[in-house]
């Protein structure tokens, strides 16, 4: 079986964390502390999935198929551009790329481009890089992996079969788990709930290691505004009424029980086991994450033209970059300077 994954608010909390993971690149945290991050970012419902999955087909190979068009079309916040960016040439196909596992680093990301970019354009997409390398990584160890898992990333609509015969896998075999509701009735795709609402204990884990790394009162103010100004359902921080000073806000899940992800139909390659009863599809209503396209026939170049902004402030008189949000209604990216 092929397992593919889609990240945001389906393998990872909210969208690529609600921006908490750019809050601690803006204030220069180490790359360990963003894939610690990471680490309580991960759906629950993962590892169950995959377990259950293993107790019905021989192997299990896992893919992370996301939406970030950004790593396709690039729109500056520096100057007035929008940059089709060439990767590895063997990375790319059909208007999606393919990171391999044995690729690990930022570094070795942007070497392998042919564009030529401005400084802060290449911090920008370093930390973009670098945030969902970290979302892989754990999702191998959440696994238990033996190596990284393969990494599409896309800018046009998903295709589960295309995607899986290109990696060398059978199409037949390969199935989507995705929390965007316009994919329910995709034989390939498995619908989940959103994962936008965390448990008591996950989110006490959450919360309280952001107060660990980064308080809210030493957030630069830029910072503050960047946070603050987004729609109030991927908003990862709040003011206190009582109080007037902002916090971290994780929007609580109803009991400490999650709803388990579903099974496709599994029947033509699962254990012979007569005994085994095959769950159907699980179709759940859901929220269409920000990451996803509005259309799923719109064009890769108007996908792109809508991502969210991204964000820069003067730092000893040089602009600071926090990678992008990725996909965002927004139909103009501003920039914002101090």
């Known amino acids: 079986i092929v397992m593919m994954l889609d990240l945001d608010k389906c393998a990872i909390f909210g969208n690529d964390g609600n921006d908490v993971g750019i809050a601690l690149q803006w204030m220069e945290k180490p790359q360990e502390e963003i894939i610690e991050l990471y680490r309580l970012l ?4 993962l590892k169950p999935a995959y377990e259950e999955l293993k107790t019905k087909a021989k192997k299990v190979r896992v893919v992370i198929y996301t939406m970030r068009a950004t790593f396709l079309l690039y729109r500056s916040c520096f100057r007035q551009a929008v940059i089709m960016l060439n990767w590895n040439p063997a990375w790319h196909h059909e208007g999606q790329v393919y990171f391999p596992p044995d690729v690990t680093t930022s570094e070795e990301v ?10 802060e354009e290449e911090i920008d997409l370093k930390k973009s890089i670098e945030r969902l390398f970290a979302a892989r990584q754990v999702v191998q160890e959440v696994l238990g992996l033996e190596e990284l898992p ?3 990333v896309t800018a046009q609509p998903k295709d589960v079969d295309s995607t899986a015969k290109h990696l060398g896998y ?21 619908n989940v709930k959103p994962y936008d609402h965390m ?3 996950c989110k006490e ?3 309280n290691y952001l ?7 030493e957030m630069d103010e830029d910072l503050l505004e960047f946070m603050l100004d987004v729609d109030p359902r991927d908003r990862a921080l709040q003011v206190n009424a009582m109080t007037g000073t902002p916090e971290y806000f994780v929007p609580l899940a109803k009991g400490d029980n999650v709803r388990q992800w579903g099974m496709p139909q599994l029947a033509a390659f699962a254990r012979p086991d007569p005994s085994l009863k095959v769950k159907t599809l699980e179709v759940e209503s859901g929220s269409l994450s920000p990451v996803t396209p509005e259309s799923e026939s719109a064009p890769a170049p108007l996908k792109a033209a809508k991502s969210r902004e991204c964000m820069a402030h003067s730092a000893h008189d040089k602009p600071k970059v926090f990678g992008l949000r990725d996909g965002s209604a927004a139909d103009l990216m501003r920039l914002k300077v101090s």
Not at 42 to 45: A, M, Q, T, Y
Not at 180 to 185: E, V
């Open 110 to 119: 942007l070497q392998s481009s042919s564009c030529t970019l401005l400084e």
């Open 205 to 207: 884990k959450l919360i």
């Open 211 to 217: 107060n660990e790394r980064l308080r809210p009162e």
């Open 199 to 201: 448990t008591a204990s």
């Open 150 to 152: 393969d990494l599409v």
């Open 170 to 190: 059978n199409p037949d075999n390969a199935f989507l788990w995705d929390d965007n509701p316009k994919l329910a009735r995709n034989p390939k795709v498995v």
């Open 42 to 45: 991960v759906n629950p419902c």
